[in-house]
């Protein structure tokens, strides 16, 4: 048995897999934190990254993968815990690894993935104002609106984007006391 | 918006830090707990009396505990005191400066939210986001076959790792190799890139802790290699050259003499840098001692590169995950233990001799053949084929419409950039699109660990201490 399998085994409901041959860790979400912890102990002490990926229609929706990495001898293992789209709320591992912190903000800002724990939760990349989460697959990409003379719906005078000229470059309701909460019930 | 401007809203404070650590999803106790007064208050009435700590941009509160006790536990070692002092002093003795986001010497837009007590800083907290362009977003509306041309904007410093790294995970899935000329080519370019980026870096930290000369002689140098890449690629930067299958073009004829014609400049250079500062008083004033960073913290935060290199990790992602064919050439990988501003400075002198001493034997060495592969399902066929041959006609008009198909699966790929450990997680589901592109950037991880950096240490050595960490915005922001 080799240390991957070593630190699966001793985490409930973890599944080791090869993903092109590259040793990963499949783990509920409830056990990230267990398992993160249990593969630094194991010698995977290098934090690398953590990142999210939507799957928008598979459930759970959502993937927090996290890469470590061993010095000695030099090896990788990746756990990814499946995070669901109506619920989308997972342990910190910040208390495991502290370099996790600023790629939580990013998950958090970007896929909306609250990280239960974390000691700062706030939005990284984008204004604090910003509604909605870009990266969810159901998040439009945005465009510049081109305004023509004559097209049905624009009126002179009105700006770009102005409400009522079906030209929003953000989609969503009116940013409101919470807004992202008010968004991830609204996809 | 449709709010008009002079009203403030949204989460200006960060979430109060909950003892025990109560998750913050906790209906009911999150909303309250980021609310603030300040929230409500509209410019032109009458202001709330408590003002302190905010601005228009957010948060302004800084976490005393942020990671030192985590650090602690974690590595089981003494790396404490990075945001505490001893004596706590009253309020009427610290100050906040903001440096950034248009601060020359930050490289870029990164604001610092630094907490000074006299000339020590306390605590810092890096705010970054001013160069989101998302990125990763836009790696989903392009097919595989474009995705360089995007990456290769991320860090554009060292573009050709970028491509390189896209290009190593697209071809993992794919499951497909590349001839031998193909990657020696990739090895050469990017330890040419490696050499080009140190320099730039070497001249403009040079300028920030006052060696003006060096600046010019960077630059100088530096241009050496730039003019081999317009050569080989048509642009300076942004280059789009290496792409899955293999590069876009042979090398240009005469490449050899270009290459021992920058081989020599930039040796003969780097013996002018090193005399210029490694022995100048001021300049091992100003470096020595400076910005240290422990191995632990090296390990915790997740930094690679020289900054790892300098401060005894001897991990270099070319020696401990070999790409490229890169484990045939002799190289050292430089170590340093001191962890300070002048260490970052050897290992990035040394790293440009070993860069060139891969450069030279890839000159000496470089294979006959193909610098793409023949999978006419993944790169174009060449053009005089198009006039002949009906298939080529066809595989040519898909690959430059739809782009090819690449099997469903995900993969992390890693090279080593300029920068650090540059790491690229792709997911495709079966399409001509990736399904995800999340990169890993070093300059990420860096910043992250300019707080443990800059901690107790003096304002003036900000400057020096950033600029040594090599953070580039464009990596970090995406």
């Not at chain 1, 000695?72 to 910040?94: F, H, K, N, W, Y």
Request: some cysteine; aromatic content about 8%; overall charge negative.
């Amino acid at each position: 048995m080799n240390r991957i399998e070593a630190i699966a085994a001793g985490v409930p409901g973890a599944a080791v897999e090869d993903s092109l041959g590259q040793a990963v860790i499949r783990v509920t979400p409830e056990a990230l934190v267990a398992a993160a912890s249990a593969a630094r102990d194991a010698g995977f002490d290098f934090f690398v990254d953590l990142c999210a990926v939507d799957h928008l229609t598979r459930d759970p929706r959502f993937d927090v993968v996290v890469n470590l990495l061993s010095l000695e001898p030099p090896e990788r293992v990746r756990l990814i815990a499946g995070v669901p789209g109506d619920d989308a709320t997972i342990a910190s591992i910040t208390g495991v690894f502290a370099g996790a912190d600023f790629y939580e903000r990013e998950a958090f800002d970007l896929f909306g993935i609250e990280f239960g724990g974390h000691p700062d939760l706030t939005r990284i990349l984008l204004p604090d104002e910003w509604v909605g989460h870009p990266l969810r697959k159901d998040a439009p990409v945005g465009s510049v609106p081109v305004q023509f003379k004559g097209s049905a719906d624009w009126t002179p005078g009105t700006s770009v984007g102005a409400p009522g000229t079906g030209h929003q470059l953000m989609a969503g309701p009116v940013p409101s006391a919470d807004p992202f909460k008010e968004a991830n019930q609204a996809t | 918006m449709s709010n008009p401007p002079d009203v403030v809203t949204g989460d200006l404070e960060a979430p109060a830090r909950t003892q025990g650590g109560a998750p913050l999803g906790e209906p009911g106790a999150a909303p309250s707990a980021r609310r603030t007064v300040h929230d409500l208050w509209v410019s032109g009435t009458e202001a709330p009396s408590d003002m302190r700590g905010f601005t228009d941009e957010g948060a302004q509160e800084m976490l005393a505990d942020e990671s030192a006790a985590v650090l602690a536990a974690q590595t089981g070692t003494v790396v404490v005191d990075d945001y505490l002092s001893d004596t706590t002093p009253s309020g009427d003795d610290i100050q906040i400066l903001n440096m950034g986001p248009q601060h020359p010497a930050t490289h870029g837009v990164l604001r610092l939210h630094i907490e000074l007590d006299g000339e020590t800083i306390r605590r810092v907290k890096p705010i970054i986001g001013y160069l989101h362009t998302g990125m990763e977003k836009t790696a989903e509306t392009l097919s595989f076959m474009q995705g360089p041309t995007n990456v290769t904007r991320m860090d554009y410093l060292s573009p050709l790792h970028n491509e390189l790294c896209f290009s190593l995970a697209t071809e993992h899935l794919l499951g497909i190799g590349v001839p031998e000329r193909a990657s020696a080519i990739r090895v050469l370019m990017t330890e040419l890139n490696r050499v080009a980026s140190h320099l730039l870096w070497s001249a403009t930290t040079g300028l920030d802790i006052g060696a003006l000369s060096m600046m010019i002689y960077g630059w100088r140098e530096r241009e050496l290699v730039l003019e081999f890449f317009e050569k080989t690629t048509g642009l300076r930067m942004n280059h789009n050259y290496i792409r899955p299958g293999g590069v876009a073009a042979d090398l240009p004829d005469g490449w050899e003499v270009d290459v021992d014609g920058i081989i020599a400049g930039v040796l003969r250079g780097l013996v002018d840098y090193e005399s210029l500062l490694l022995d100048n008083p001021i300049f091992l004033e100003r470096t020595k001692g400076v910005g240290v960073l422990a191995p632990e913290e090296i390990r915790a935060y997740g930094v690679t590169g020289p900054l790892a290199r300098a401060s005894g990790i001897g991990y270099d992602v070319r020696k401990a995950f070999p790409y490229s064919g890169i484990e045939q050439y002799d190289f050292d990988v430089p170590v340093f233990t001191g962890g300070d501003v002048y260490d970052r400075f050897l290992v990035r002198f040394e790293e440009i001799r070993q860069s060139l001493r891969i450069v030279k034997q890839v000159r000496d060495t470089m294979p006959r053949g193909d610098y793409r592969t023949d999978d006419r399902k993944v790169t174009p066929p060449p053009r005089a084929r198009i006039d002949q041959s009906m298939e080529a006609l066809i595989h040519h008009f898909k690959i430059f419409t739809e782009g090819f198909k690449v099997p469903a699966g995900e993969t992390y790929q890693a090279v080593e950039s300029a920068r650090g450990e540059l790491g690229m997680y792709l997911v495709s589901n079966g399409g001509h699109k990736p399904w995800r592109l999340h990169v890993r950037g070093p300059s990420f991880a860096h910043v992250q660990v300019l707080p443990a950096m800059l901690a107790d240490s003096l304002i003036a050595d900000t400057i020096a201490a950033l600029a040594s960490a090599d953070t580039l915005m464009g990596d970090v922001d995406r």
